[in-house]
């Protein structure tokens, strides 16, 4: 027999949540008549798993694709179809901080772009627009739509409204058409938006996971990191708004494609990468959470050893840090190392971070392997010159972490 689901303290209506940035933010998700109305409840969950207070707009058009008792449920609030004596389009009493039309059609682009508001849904952005211009909220639409109606007009239209301060997000173009983006991509868009935060705008590099070294043609000597924990500092700082640039070793995790990021399939790339990467422009930080090969083989055999028998012993020899060839060329960089060990007790492995802040790092991440939550997660501690060392428990508490330590410098 099937069991039943464990018991949960979430009610019906209830989203995990995922992030806190768009913690307080009402967001109006204006839903308009193209096919990908479908995947709008989905939508509006994940920008409330992100904080967001949403609340539904949808034209009758859009009500053909998608159900609006399924709006209504996962936004937890009713959705507004029609204008009525309280004036839902301006929002007076309660206004909008962010307004984000996902999918955008043809027409309502051209009808908003124009001035036309002759509909529930124009009305409702032409005064997401004087908002705008006002500075008091912020206007993002998603084109969505097949690729022969991406013509002339649209593209006039689209720039009209970047002109007027509207945020034009890139569809994902796939088979000919301009199809709306995922869902962590919109929200992302939004967090990006909205926030805030110091380092909104700041370049920052992130580094992780491993960086194998060749034994000969086909075979390399890797370690066990995934680079997960460099992907969530990275998606931690680009839904601050950071211009967050991630160097990822190869370890058959991916990215996410929002992500600006390169794969450094051998410690040679990682190391060109990396020094190319600092030296394009002027970042702020860099984060190496990277598990960078300490050895590699005195000599890389040409093709492939032979299968079977016994192989003879490899010498390795040490690599070079490419960490301390950053901070000889970058002084004034903010630069934050990891330091992971085992078999040292927790006074010894603080101790070997402060020693790293005292050869100019400017915050140490250390851990230890054996010590871990009590859902295995990571354990770390956050250490700097300015503050006792910080106890960090799983990769989103640090990458918070991080993030929060980087807005206060």
Not at 185 to 206: E, F, M, N
């Amino acid at each position: 027999m099937l069991p039943a689901p464990p018991p949960s303290s979430l009610s019906d209506h209830d989203v995990v949540k995922l992030s806190t940035h768009l913690k307080n933010k009402r967001v109006a998700l204006v839903v308009t008549g193209g096919i990908a109305a479908y995947r709008t409840p989905d939508l509006a969950r994940t920008l409330r798993r992100h904080g967001a207070e949403v609340t539904a707009f949808a034209s009758s058009d859009a009500l053909r694709y998608v159900a609006e008792d399924a709006l209504a449920w996962s936004t937890n609030r009713a959705v507004i179809t029609q204008l009525g004596y309280e004036a839902e389009h301006l929002s007076d009493a309660n206004p909008f901080d962010a307004y984000l039309v996902a999918p955008a059609t043809y027409n309502t682009i051209n009808k908003v772009a124009t001035g036309i508001a002759d509909t529930p849904i124009t009305a409702l952005l032409a005064s997401a627009l004087g908002r705008v211009e006002r500075n008091e909220a912020h206007l993002l639409i998603a084109p969505t739509m097949h690729g022969t109606m991406h013509n002339q007009i649209l593209i006039e239209s689209l720039e009209r409204l970047e002109s007027l301060g509207t945020t034009v997000i890139p569809p994902r173009q796939e088979n000919g058409k301009d199809n709306i983006p995922d869902h962590e991509v919109l929200a992302g868009w939004l967090s990006r938006t909205v926030s805030d935060s110091p380092l909104k705008g700041k370049r920052i590099l992130v580094t992780g996971g491993p960086t194998p070294v060749a034994i000969d043609g086909i075979r390399r000597l890797t370690n066990k990191f995934t680079g997960r924990l460099g992907i969530a500092i990275a998606t931690e700082l680009y839904f601050r708004g950071a211009a967050v640039s991630l160097i990822h070793g190869s370890s058959g995790i991916t990215p996410p494609s929002y992500l600006d990021h390169q794969i450094a399939t051998s410690f040679d790339e990682y190391q060109t990468m990396v020094l190319n990467k600092l030296e394009s422009g002027e970042f702020k930080a860099a984060i190496f959470s990277a598990a960078v090969a300490d050895y590699r083989p005195q000599s890389v055999v040409e093709g492939k050893i032979p299968s079977g028998g016994a192989l003879s012993a490899i010498e390795l020899v040490p690599t070079h840090k490419v960490i301390d060839k950053v901070q000889q060329a970058l002084p004034g960089l903010d630069l934050i190392s990891f330091k992971y060990e085992q078999g040292l007790t927790h006074d010894e492995l603080i101790t070997i971070a402060d020693s790293r802040l005292e050869r100019g790092h400017t915050a140490v991440i250390a851990n230890r392997g054996e010590e871990m939550g009590e859902g295995r997660e990571q354990i770390a501690y956050l250490t700097t010159r300015e503050s006792d060392p910080v106890r960090m428990v799983g990769k989103s508490a640090i990458a918070s972490s991080i993030a929060d330590y980087l807005e206060q410098r």
